[in-house]
């Protein structure tokens, strides 16, 4: 098993910068959920469906979050500013 930069912690600087330079060589760096990082060339995710949030959300959340009713918390919380004043 090969490690990045031999840290236990790697700062997110330097993962942005990583995933940067590896997008310019057409490889993408995934964290994994079991720790640790996956690496695999962009060409491997042609013809794969698209994940829209909007298809995504729609099955998640279902009608159960109101806008009206966000805005109330927002404007409870003195978080949320008209645009007509």
């Known amino acids: 098993m090969l490690r ?3 840290r236990r912690i790697i700062r ?4 942005d910068m990583l995933k940067a330079y590896l997008d310019d ?7 994994l959920e ?3 990082f996956g690496l695999i060339p962009s060409r491997a995710l042609e ?3 698209a ?5 995504y959300l729609e099955r998640e959340i279902q009608g159960r979050i ?14 949320f500013e008209d645009d007509e004043e």
């Open 47 to 49: 013809g794969a469906p």
């Open 34 to 36: 079991r720790g640790g």
């Open 12 to 15: 997110t600087a330097f993962l």
């Open 66 to 79: 109101r806008l009206d009713a966000i805005r109330k918390e927002l404007e409870q919380d003195g978080e």
């Open 51 to 55: 994940i829209t949030a909007k298809k």
């Open 4 to 6: 990045l930069s031999k």
């Open 25 to 31: 060589l057409g490889l993408i760096l995934i964290e």
